[in-house]
């Protein structure tokens, strides 16, 4: 059984950053494509970003792209999401997903880390 810890959420004011991070229990990590989730009140779960299994191809939401890096140390079996310039609409529980597969999507997978809330104050 896979078991995914994301923290690093909080409080931040407008154009600050954030790191989360994403640690996953197990040695199938490496095999795996992660992706990053996010659900804020009163709206459905959205895509953020996701990683291939090797860290070399990554994707985006139109919403982020530029502002949010996802990266992945696969000998830590840890995947990170950077959150630059953040903005009030950025405000939203954050959850860490694998994938189904080694390459990047946006299809949620089977496992998920509990969620760490990211607030961002005008």
């Known amino acids: 059984q896979v078991q995914l810890a994301d923290s690093g959420g909080g409080l931040v004011q407008t154009g600050g950053s954030l790191r989360l991070s994403c640690i996953a229990s197990?040695?199938?990590?490496?095999?795996?494509?992660m992706g990053w989730f996010r659900q804020a009140p009163g709206k459905e779960r959205e895509f953020v970003a996701g990683?291939?299994?090797?860290?070399?191809?990554?994707d985006y939401a139109d919403s982020v792209k530029g502002r949010f890096f996802i990266f992945r140390d696969n000998a830590k079996n840890t995947v990170y999401l950077q959150m630059n310039s953040l903005k009030p609409e950025d405000t939203a529980v954050y959850y860490c997903?694998?994938?189904?597969?080694?390459?990047?999507?946006?299809?949620?997978?089977?496992?998920w880390g509990q969620g760490t809330q990211v607030t961002v104050s005008s």
């Open positions: 197990g040695r199938t990590f490496s095999t795996y494509a």
């Open positions: 990683i291939s299994s090797g860290g070399g191809n990554t």
């Open positions: 997903n694998r994938g189904s597969s080694r390459l990047v999507t946006r299809r949620e997978g089977d496992y």
